[in-house]
């Protein structure tokens, strides 16, 4: 089984930073994309970051030049540094894991249980 696990959400305060670890662990130990996604009530989820093994990264709009991903391989872990939060930024974050990449915007088959991420202010 393909397990992952998240840390790091929390309340923090507008313009304040975060870091989302996820570490993927079970009887499959490779991925080909690994990254996060987010919903807030009533919202549709949407793709916050990507970052596949060769480390092609993918970012949603509204995060472009706030957040940055980076993933450990050997570690099969994948960070989410999330700076300058804004309340919009709050929502339930959730890891997700392919073993092959075959593009963005696919559904994927691996997901992490969500972390809260609350943002105040």
């Known amino acids: 089984q393909v397990q992952l696990v998240e840390s790091g959400g929390g309340l923090v305060q507008a313009g304040g930073s975060l870091r989302l670890s996820c570490a993927a662990s079970?009887?499959?130990?490779?991925?080909?994309?690994m990254g996060w996604y987010r919903q807030a009530p009533g919202k549709q989820r949407e793709l916050v970051a990507g970052?596949?093994?060769?480390?092609?990264?993918n970012f949603a709009d509204s995060v472009k030049g706030r957040f940055t991903i980076s993933r450990d391989n050997a570690k099969m872990t994948v960070i989410l540094q999330m700076n300058s939060l804004r309340p919009e930024d709050t929502a339930v974050y959730y890891c997700?894991?392919?073993?092959?990449?075959?593009?963005?915007?696919?559904?994927?088959?691996?997901w992490g249980r969500g972390t809260q991420v609350a943002v105040s202010s």
């Open positions: 997700y894991a392919d073993m092959f990449f075959t593009g963005w915007g696919r559904e994927p088959h691996h």
């Open positions: 970052i596949t093994s060769s480390g092609s990264t």
């Open positions: 079970g009887s499959i130990f490779s991925f080909g994309v």
